[in-house]
DNA sequence: CCTTGATAAGGTCACATCGACCTAAAGTTA
DNA sequence: TAACTTTAGGTCGATGTGACCTTATCAAGG
């Protein structure tokens, strides 16, 4: 960049939040790098733009590749983009960083390039116990900022849920990623009344003890309103 | 990018959308280009990013640049980032779109880089008639989306103010963006409530007719809360 | 077969907030 | 002084919210 003329030495990369829910814990799934810098170390997945391809277009491919999950089904939006000098030691890299949800998905599958990738609590990943490679902490949390505040003013949370799911599986979802117990009730109300938020199947699911939960699937709306207040 | 080492020819630029209340409409800073390509077209300021500097930093150094203003007075956020192969037709270029909103801001002083900019409103510049260069109407768009929705649940209107600022300057705020009448008195209730959105200086100002309004500055508070409802 | 326990579904009620509207205060202009 | 304009502040019915209660529907156990 030394030229202006954009033919110096730049490397643009995605890198991927991936959230998921697993035993009852929102978790971020990490990689182990095989290669220099950070070698050995943790990660958020992703790796290089190639030619040709769009931003969401490499967060999608780096999400198959890693989770061997199709991303069209996932909820994917772009975060916020890293260029720091120095954040990477090598060569100045500017990182998009991109933020997926999904529904509880599989283990990553060894013999792929998803081998090395593991699933980890957020929270401790956060913990001052574990050191990612680069910035990636400084994404993590930001992702995590982002996720939190989403769910109050849209319907992300559904992207958390398998579908057909029932409304405990919802709240279940504001629950684990707030930290904190909502009333069963009231927020039956609000998802409810909102419009198309969530769509009834007419089927139900016994759960192990209790009555049987009526199935919803994922409605139209992507704005929640009235929003979901975040009690203090 | 080809050989996935971050040595093909990439560029990185920064982009601003620059907002501004100009004679009760709302206005974004565009500048005629100098040279190909789109040479005499109209774009949103911007530049590329240069070597040890920061993304913000870069978005900082432009704003000054081309409006004279010292940007740390403003505020600044990062919108998106655009990379479209072909968004640029010479060379594979990512820019980083950010976001700024300022008060009632100088004119483009001549002599200087920012003799070929000039404001426009918004809806004109989003119009059929206007033609922006590269992908700069879709960042203008985004751009405006983003400032209409933070107005909603922060307090970056105030950001249009010059301070210290009446409630009606900053109720007038709402409806230039949102192009919407908003209750003089039920804006006034929310504002007052609203913790540390403003603070009271105890002088006035009086208008050139009608009772003299009292005089605010800027409180400490970021997110709003309750937040300020945008009427369908 | 009925009780217990658990969860879902749905209702009640006091309270806060909101939009629509009204009144009073404090200036300027005719 | 009257008319007009804008700010400051209040009222009231409608609506949303939190806390809590009741009932429905299943499984498990006596």
Tied chains: 1, 2.
Excluded at 33 to 56: I, Q, S, T, Y
Excluded at 95 to 115: E, K
Excluded at 181 to 199: E, H
Aim: glycine residues 8%; negative net charge; aromatic residues 8%.
């Amino acid at each position: 960049m030394s030229k202006y003329d954009g033919t110096a030495p730049v490397a643009v990369t995605v890198d991927l939040v991936i959230f998921t829910l697993r035993e009852s814990a929102l978790q971020v799934l990490l990689i182990e790098r095989g290669k220099p810098p950070f070698m050995g170390g943790l990660a958020l997945p992703g790796g290089f733009v190639r030619d040709h391809e769009d931003l969401r277009g490499a967060a999608l491919r780096e999400l198959g590749e890693e989770t061997g999950v199709d991303g069209a089904k996932l909820h994917l939006e772009q975060l916020r983009t890293f260029g720091t000098p120095g954040r990477d030691p090598r060569v100045r890299t500017f990182t998009v960083a991109y933020l997926a949800l999904g529904p509880d998905l599989p283990a990553p599958v060894a013999g792929t390039d998803a081998a090395h990738a593991r699933w980890m609590p957020v929270a401790q990943a956060l913990s001052p116990s574990v050191e990612l490679a680069f910035d990636h902490q400084a994404i993590l949390r930001e992702g995590l900022d982002r996720a939190r505040g989403k769910l109050e003013y849209t319907t992300v949370a559904a992207a958390f849920c398998q579908e057909p799911f029932t409304l405990a599986d919802l709240r279940h979802v504001y629950e684990v990623v707030w930290d904190l117990d909502l009333d069963p009730s009231n927020f039956r109300r609000k998802v409810l009344k909102a419009d198309d938020f969530v769509v009834p199947t007419g089927a139900f699911r016994a759960p192990e003890v209790g009555r049987p939960a009526e199935l919803y699937r994922r409605g139209r709306t992507e704005l929640l309103y009235p929003p979901m207040v975040r009690p203090a």
